[in-house]
């Protein structure tokens, strides 16, 4: 196929400059994303992943080299992908349902079928019965859980997710796992998922891309090829889960080691 990739990372670096000097974020990324993969991207703290996705959705522009979404330089903002921040960024004045809503308030739907929308996504994260409930009289984990359904009820093209299920308990992880992984082959859209939980990656992702300590570099891209539908509760289990787990383990604990003595 001659089709342009979706995204497209060329040799980027970004560095920021602070009061307390430069830092660089990250350094000589080439990346990829095809159309409707799902690609997870792990590295130690700080590595510059979510400098990465901010690129990505167009917030933030790389100091070398050049992002392309469909080929072209990524607009700002790019409307076209939908992104779960690591930060939670709800609205506190507004209830749960009126937070899932606020994208397709912007897109000029009716109220009754905005509602209808809203509550079915609340409804599929688990949080039946709080559509009225306010930010602050959730738990962590709900207030993400409200997040995801914002994102999704969006229904992008693309999503970047950065760590978005790292506040959950490890059930309620699995599960939201699960609908993540139905959703995303149901609709075709295209992931990219940031996360420090290596388990969490090779689960969900066609590859995995896993970089060094900063400046961030890709170190090693493995693709996970491990057939769908997967069971997110036992893939864990299959023997080739656990020789790519090595694989990319050591390849994580190379750059997790080199960041501790760099300090
Ligand atoms: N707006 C900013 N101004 C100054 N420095 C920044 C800014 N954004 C990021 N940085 C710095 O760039 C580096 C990479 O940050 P980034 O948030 O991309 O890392 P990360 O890989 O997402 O880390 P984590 O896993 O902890 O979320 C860090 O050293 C951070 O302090
Ligand atoms: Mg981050």
């Known amino acids: ?7 497209e990372y060329r040799g980027v670096a970004r560095q920021f400059t602070s009061r307390r000097g430069t830092v660089m974020a990250c350094e000589g990324v080439d990346l990829t994303v095809h159309r409707g993969e799902f690609l997870a991207i792990v590295g130690p703290s700080g590595c510059g992943k979510s400098t990465l996705l901010n690129m990505a ?19 700002e903002p790019n409307t076209l992908v939908g992104y779960m921040t ?4 709800l609205l506190p ?4 349902e009126d937070n899932v809503a606020i994208a397709l308030e912007l897109r000029g739907q009716r109220k009754t079928e905005r509602h209808r929308h809203a509550h079915d996504w609340i409804k599929r994260v688990g949080l039946s019965g709080f559509e009225t409930a306010y930010p602050a009289q959730l ?14 009820a969006y229904e ?3 999503i ?3 760590e978005p299920f790292g506040a959950l308990d490890a059930q309620l992880r699995l599960v939201m796992h699960d609908e993540l992984l139905k959703l995303w ?38 693709t996970v090829d491990l057939p769908r539908p997967r069971d997110v509760f036992r893939i864990r289990f299959d023997p080739r889960f656990g020789e790519l787990h090595d694989r990319l383990w050591r390849y994580l604990e190379e750059s997790v080691r080199g960041d501790i003595m760099v300090g």
């Not at 690591?86 to 960024?89: A, E, G, K, L, V």
């Not at 609709?187 to 992702?205: N, P, R, S, Y």
């Open 1 to 7: 196929m001659s089709e342009a990739p979706l995204i």
């Open 57 to 75: 959705a167009g917030l933030l522009k790389p100091s070398t080299g050049r992002v392309f979404y469909h080929g072209a330089p990524v607009p």
């Open 86 to 89: 690591q930060r939670d960024t």
């Open 93 to 96: 004045w507004r209830t749960v």
């Open 139 to 152: 738990s962590g984990g709900m207030r993400r859980r409200v997040s995801m359904a914002r994102t999704l």
């Open 156 to 158: 992008p093209e693309t």
């Open 160 to 162: 970047l997710m950065d």
């Open 185 to 222: 082959a149901a609709t075709g859209t295209t992931m990219v998922f940031v996360t420090h939980d290596l388990t969490e990656a090779i689960t969900l992702a066609d590859r995995v891309a896993v970089f060094s300590a900063r400046p961030g570099r890709i170190r090693a891209i493995e």
